[in-house]
């Protein structure tokens, strides 16, 4: 996977900022893999969490690794090493972790020995494709940073017969409903009866936002698949399938390392500078003996 430095480097920069002492204890919870920090928040206020032996009533609380926090009586384990998956999220399941409808999510579908993960960003119900997941709400929030402009890319099916001039506005940025919209990578790869296939890249990642800038210049999307977030790819990953990301590449693309003591610590390891072999002083001439210089 190539690398991309800048998103890198403001990976480490965050990573930092997030790992520093004290933190939020919504956000302690947060990483130790509890819940999110609104579900977090939630357990506060009905008096489930304690610290240092008395329950607190408010997430405005900075704690550190020293102190002692339960969640309905039980001690809070340290939090894990931050960790990231790749997962093809098939058609019809929603990203989220209850839905309102009683739908199935991606998270009903995952392996019984997947700790509690958190998505980055959505796919929608009718979308699939590659859905990045990761215990770390630290990684989360970075890889969903606008300011860090990963790009995204997708194949998309359309109904019609699209050429480059119908794709130019998508290049050049559409406003929808007085909604901006960034300009796209549009390429057209091929038509294929009453439907065309595109392949299209973007940074910004609203809502429904391919769907709705399609309909926009007259193109109705009946399929569409997520095939790479930023160095990611989702490659011959079957739909339901889930592959984790080595703790090696997620130091290389995002500067973080799984320290020993359960979370991340993001660094620079400093290059060492060249051994120089010590030049060996040549013997004196022996006295008595003649020179052979």
Known sequence: ??????????????MR?????????????SRAGIASRREAERMIAEGRVTVNGSIIDSPALNVTERDQITVDGKPVAEAERPRLWLYHKPTGLVTTAKDEKGRETVFDKLPEDMPRVMSVGRLDLNSEGLLLLTND??????????????????????????????????????????????????????????????????????????????????????????????????????????????????????????AVEGHAVAKDKPKRPPVRKKSTPRPLDRPGRPSRR
Request: hydrophobic letters at 40%.
């Open 1 to 14: 996977m190539p690398r991309d430095p800048a998103f890198r480097f403001a990976c480490q920069t965050a």
């Open 17 to 29: 900022a997030d790992m520093s002492d004290p933190e939020r204890i919504a956000k302690r919870l």
């Open 137 to 258: 709400g630290g990684i989360k929030r970075k890889l969903e940073l606008p300011a860090t402009g990963w790009l995204r890319k997708y194949r998309v099916r359309v109904k019609g017969a699209p050429t480059e001039a119908t794709l130019e506005p998508l290049r050049k940025g559409l406003v929808i409903e007085g909604e901006r919209f960034q300009g796209m990578e549009a390429t057209l790869d091929r038509q294929q009866g009453a439907n065309a296939w595109l392949t299209i890249g973007l940074r910004e990642g609203k809502n429904r936002e391919i769907r709705r800038a399609m309909a926009e210049i007259g193109l109705e999307v009946n399929r569409l698949i997520r095939i790479s977030y930023g160095p990611f790819r989702l490659g011959t990953l079957k739909p339901g399938e889930v592959e984790e990301i080595k703790p090696r590449v997620l130091r290389d693309q995002l500067g973080i390392e799984a």
